[in-house]
């Protein structure tokens, strides 16, 4: 279903004029109102008049922050992590925040459960890199997307966004390249969201926080339709070497935008 849309999408940019592109772009935005009209029901530990409420939060962050994700993808990793039982330990992560869009919205998830949202971010944009992205599996060209400096949120930005329409009591916020903070992150994790685009990065985020993930936990990444951030998560040596246990099983890897691991009880730790 999701190949269809993007190949659907991918048609349609290159035979319509761009102000009908823009309206349909609207109605999108708006139909993916139907996330919570699906997800909304199942979201744990929440009264309804809560619910819309959260619902209504979310919206408001999408409408006055620019947020290259959607409702579903922000629902369903929150949703999970409000499932984890408060008896397990570990905080939530979000390794990429761009203008804190995402992060206004896990805040409020992290409030929920009673967790700390730890926020990574070079809040400069991309690393400059050499990675040669070119069609998305979906379908959809992603060449020069990922460009040094692009999707640069600066951290007031970002704060100034938080304070607005989230829960900033519950931010800590880690300032730097992945590869200089990560390494000397030591927290327990029970969720950890990555939305870095390049593969580099999320070797970097695999390597570091994976093994501080408490079994049960979970890991998503929004950047699964693409074929580099594939190959990292697909190669079993990179996991065996790099990450220092087998890979785990990975849902949707290769088929979907974003994709989900439940750390295994029984997964080894790296030593
Ligand atoms: C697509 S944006 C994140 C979008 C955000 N999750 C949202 O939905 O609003 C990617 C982010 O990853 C960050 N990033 C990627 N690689 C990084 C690295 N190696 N070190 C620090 N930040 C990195 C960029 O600064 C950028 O903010």
């Known amino acids: 279903m999701k190949d269809v849309i993007g190949k659907l999408k991918s048609v349609l940019k290159r035979v319509l004029p761009e102000p009908l592109l823009k309206q349909l772009k609207f109605i999108y935005k708006y139909l993916d109102l139907m996330g919570f009209i699906v997800f909304l029901p199942h979201v744990p530990k929440m009264l309804y008049f809560q619910r819309v409420r959260f619902a209504y939060r979310l919206k408001r962050i999408s409408i006055n922050i620019e947020c290259p994700h959607t409702e579903a993808q922000i629902i369903s990793f929150i949703n999970s992590f409000l499932s984890i039982p408060s008896t397990i330990e570990g905080c939530i992560v979000e390794a990429g925040s761009y203008k804190g869009g995402s992060a206004a919205k896990f805040s409020i998830g992290a409030k929920l459960a009673n967790r700390q949202l730890v926020v ?152």
């Open 120 to 271: 990574f971010d070079s809040f400069q944009g991309l690393p400059e890199n050499e990675e040669p992205h070119d069609k998305s599996v979906l379908g959809h060209s992603i060449k020069d997307w990922f460009k040094g400096g692009i999707y640069c949120g600066t951290f007031d930005e970002v704060l100034r966004n938080i304070e607005k329409y989230g829960e900033i009591e519950v931010c800590k916020f880690i300032k730097g390249w992945f590869e200089d903070t990560m390494p000397i992150f030591s927290y327990k994790i029970c969720g950890a969201y990555l939305d870095v685009d390049l593969a580099s990065s999320t070797k970097t985020c695999l390597k570091y926080l994976y093994p501080l993930i408490v079994p049960g936990g979970v890991l998503y990444s929004q950047d699964g339709d693409f074929p580099l951030v594939i190959e990292v998560f697909s190669s079993d040596e990179f996991w065996e070497k790099e990450v220092g246990c087998p890979r785990p099983f990975i849902e949707g890897l290769g088929k979907d935008k974003l994709i989900k691991i439940v750390k295994p009880i029984s997964q080894l730790k790296k030593v």
